[in-house]
């Protein structure tokens, strides 16, 4: 199970920081991924980092602004979200999927999330 928190109101240039607990199986051999959802729109790739190995991705819009990590004694990854902007506004997804790759495309991991909430304010 995933469980994801953090999300909020914020003024545009704030910052937040979301967590995602996991639990149920160990996360070793996982790749932990945010997502998110504007009305309207499809669910895009934000970030995602390989559990073991360590690498991270990126969607171009969020690079230099977002930072993915985790801490593995808690079984939780983080996104902490700084600049934010009006259009960073979306219901944010953790997710995981197995193995080493980090794909973008949301089809590609198997276990989700619910939804967090996070509204910026111009």
């Known amino acids: 199970q995933l469980q994801a928190s953090g999300g909020g109101l914020v003024q545009a240039g704030g910052s937040l920081r979301l967590s995602c607990a996991a639990s149920g199986r160990t996360f070793s051999s996982y790749v932990m991924g945010w997502f998110r959802q504007a009305p309207g729109k499809e669910r895009e790739f934000v970030a995602a980092i390989s559990w073991s190995g360590g690498s991270t991705r990126y969607t171009d819009s969020v690079k230099g602004r977002f930072t993915i990590s985790g801490d593995n004694a808690k079984n939780t990854v983080y996104l902490r979200m700084n600049s934010l902007k009006p259009e960073d506004t979306a219901v944010y997804y953790c997710?995981?999927?197995?193995?080493?790759?980090?794909?973008?495309?949301?089809?590609?991991?198997?276990?989700w999330g619910q939804g967090t909430q996070v509204t910026v304010s111009s």
């Open positions: 997710a995981s999927k197995l193995g080493l790759n980090i794909p973008t495309i949301p089809t590609s991991y198997a276990y």
